[in-house]
Nanobody, 123 residues
């Protein structure tokens, strides 16, 4: 019953920035975590970042640590991914996900998924 609406993808030059947004239904307030995953052409979907809903604890993949920042706006039921110092290897379809119960936040064991938004980083 939770719907996720993503926005913010696009084309950017290496070293540039983008901010992805994911708006969820009000039921997400009782959820455990929201996260971002990405899938490059010919590769499996992988973990990028996650945040617990109540405590705001954040988790990051080593490849994006120090460059990406995940945050949440509880009043707007929205999670953001601020992406700075983008590299060509960041090019992928980015997916927003939400979990209703306690999970290992870096896995694919989420209950709801967005449709994905394309991020392309050129040299």
């Amino acid at each position: 019953q939770v719907q996720l609406a993503e926005s913010g993808g696009g084309l950017v030059q290496a070293g540039g920035s983008l901010r992805l947004s994911c708006a969820a239904s009000g039921r997400t307030f009782s959820g455990y975590a929201m996260g971002w995953f990405r899938q490059a052409p010919g590769k499996a979907r992988g973990f990028v970042a996650a945040i617990t809903w109540s405590g705001g604890i954040t988790y990051y993949a080593d490849s994006v640590k120090g460059r990406f920042t995940i945050s949440r706006d509880i009043a707007e039921s929205t999670v953001y991914l601020q992406m700075n110092s983008l590299k060509p290897e960041d090019t992928a379809v980015y997916y927003c996900a939400a979990a209703d119960t306690e999970i290992l936040v870096s896995t694919l064991e989420y209950d709801y998924w967005g449709q994905g938004t394309q991020v392309t980083v050129s040299s």
